[in-house]
């Protein structure tokens, strides 16, 4: 089993900036990949972006490209979602996961939740 926890959300204006983490503990040794989901009110959960644990591939959300960058500390167990240039569209939970199975960047199935951090945007 692995654990996850987020931290970082808060409340920020469009245009601010944060930085979500998203701390591994447990069986980290067999983790694949981590990733990064959001799910607005009334809207479905979307990826935002996906770092694979032990090589240089990642995929990011059309909605997210060029403002987002995602990273990893695999000696602190730790991802990172570094937001810039946030926009109210991005108020949303978000959530961390994490997979120890080989499946493509792109895909939305981890086996590993975090419990979320909300990030509201204001205008």
């Known amino acids: 089993q692995v654990q996850l926890v987020e931290s970082g959300g808060g409340l920020v204006q469009a245009g601010d900036s944060l930085r979500l983490s998203c701390a591994a503990s447990g069986r980290t040794y067999s983790l694949h990949d981590m990733g990064w989901f959001r799910q607005a009110p009334g809207k479905e959960r979307e990826v935002v972006a996906a770092i694979s644990w032990s090589a240089p591939i990642i995929y990011y959300g059309d909605s997210v490209k060029g403002r987002f960058t995602i990273s990893r500390d695999n000696a602190k167990n730790t991802a990172y979602l570094q937001m810039n240039s946030l926009k109210p569209e991005d108020t949303a939970v978000y959530y961390c996961?994490?997979?120890?199975?080989?499946?493509?960047?792109?895909?939305?199935?981890?086996?590993?939740w975090g419990q979320g951090t909300q990030v509201t945007v204001s205008s």
């Open positions: 996961a994490a997979r120890d199975t080989a499946r493509p960047l792109r895909a939305a199935a981890y086996e590993y």
